[in-house]
């Protein structure tokens, strides 16, 4: 067993014991015999594995279904009403009282003790009464190791790992992956042998672009007239500038870089999973660097700090943050984005001084994105925890006309790119997946950038990749999106 899937099992494991407790904060619907059956679905079904036998519930409806006594059983039923196998209706799992499902949520049953889920079988799910089916599936041979809806909720059953509790991992987060929403075409966009090796996070700021690189150096760039990008000769950054943790001591693996709303003149945030000084040991931070009155000095010392690692799941010290991008509360608010921490819409005004938004990181070992709150005091709130659906996250890149938030992998996940959205129920969800265009081999691309709306030309506009490898010498390509 690889150690992802042991890791995912470990999830999958998690979210199961955690089903025990119902759903809380929700508004439950009328008795369940009124309620709207349609929108429950058996969405996963586990019947072999480190994972006891298991059904998952989703409600893919838009409101919240109280149900509390409805029935699940096994068999195949025939089309007398007779199951083909052997009556297995005195077989069955109730389902607790006080159990809702919310808008989006999924919900997993420990059904073992009840019955067995065999290789050749069927998962029904009924309304109290036991006789009234809302919804069933069955399958010819084990779960391998899981049969998953795809996408949740109307989908077909497919194989897939284990998500019990959480979307399905459909090898794009429920969503199958498409073409390249652009040209097919891709191009270098730096000389040859600038960077070397480690070029990692990309972020386009106008006519300046921000390279974050793993050997703890920010990169300022400038347009070099052909369409691409060449670092700035002026102010100190002709080779990058070297950055230091506060107080000057450290080497930062700078792995992500982004602004906020403000640009760079509120600073350049960058994330990092270590100090190459202990580099075997986590240190999972955003760093505020102060690149205003930089001068001629050839490193920059970090104004400010938020180590988040105690706050997060333990990951091995190279697997940590790899991106990260900052989403305006302006359009968290208005897509009534739920607050986490709270349970509730979020409000802004409940963590006071503020960058104006909140900073979402992605994590290379476990594919998850977290979204933070990180106050001018230094303290910091966890509002957001999201399976991306990939195997791990490279780069987290903020859309604001698209209002979307892109999720890129690297060769390890042949290039897929992710788009989020706050759905229905308030969390960032997968809208779509795209395959890397068919022009640009499976390269080790950390970094993603998009140019702005006003560089929409033809109805496209550029993107840019940053090749951790340095393939061919080149370690910046240019690519077209649709605008």
Known sequence: MTALRTRRLSRALALLLAAGTALAGAPAASPADAAPAGDIRINEVVTTGDVEDSVELHN???????????????????KDGKNGKGDKDGSKYKIPPGTVLAAGAFRAFDVHDAFGLGSDDRARLYL??????????????????????????????????????????????????????????????????????????????????????????????????????????????????????PGGSGHPDSEGVTVTGDGAAGGVFVASERNGDASGTSRLSVLKYDVSGAGTGSALTAVQEWN????????????????????????????AFKDAS??????????????GGVFFAGVEGTGMIYGYVLQDSGAFTRVASIDSGMRGVMELQWEPRAARLWAVCDDTCDGRHHTLQVNKAGVFTTTAVYNRPTGMPNYNNEGFALAGADECLAG???????????????????GTITC
């Open 60 to 78: 893919k409806g838009t409101a919240t279904v109280d149900i509390s006594g409805w029935i699940l059983k096994d068999g195949k039923s025939g």
């Open 128 to 245: 109290p009464d036991g006789k009234t089916p809302v919804d069933s599936y069955s399958w010819g041979r084990h779960s391998g190791p899981s049969w998953s809806r795809c996408p949740d909720g109307t989908g077909a059953f497919k194989a897939a790992e284990v998500t019990l509790g959480a979307a399905n991992d459909c090898g794009g987060g429920g969503t199958m992956p498409v073409a390249w929403p652009g040209g097919s075409s891709v191009t270098n966009a730096d000389a040859s042998h600038v960077f070397g090796q480690d070029l990692s996070g990309l972020h386009q700021d106008g006519d300046i672009m921000w390279g974050a690189q793993n050997s703890g150096k920010l990169w300022r760039l400038v347009r070099n007239g052909s369409g691409g990008w060449t670092p700035d000769t002026g102010g100190g950054w002709r080779t990058g500038k070297t950055l230091r943790f």
């Open 308 to 335: 988040l690692t105690s706050d997060l799941p333990s990951v091995g010290s190279n697997l940590g943050f790899e991106g990260i991008t900052w989403v305006p509360d302006t359009y968290l608010t208005q897509a």
């Open 342 to 355: 709270t349970g509730a819409a979020y409000h802004p005004a409940r963590y006071g001084a503020h960058s």
């Open 460 to 478: 496209r506009k550029p993107v840019y990749w940053s090749d951790d490898a340095n393939d061919d010498g080149h370690a910046l390509r240019k």
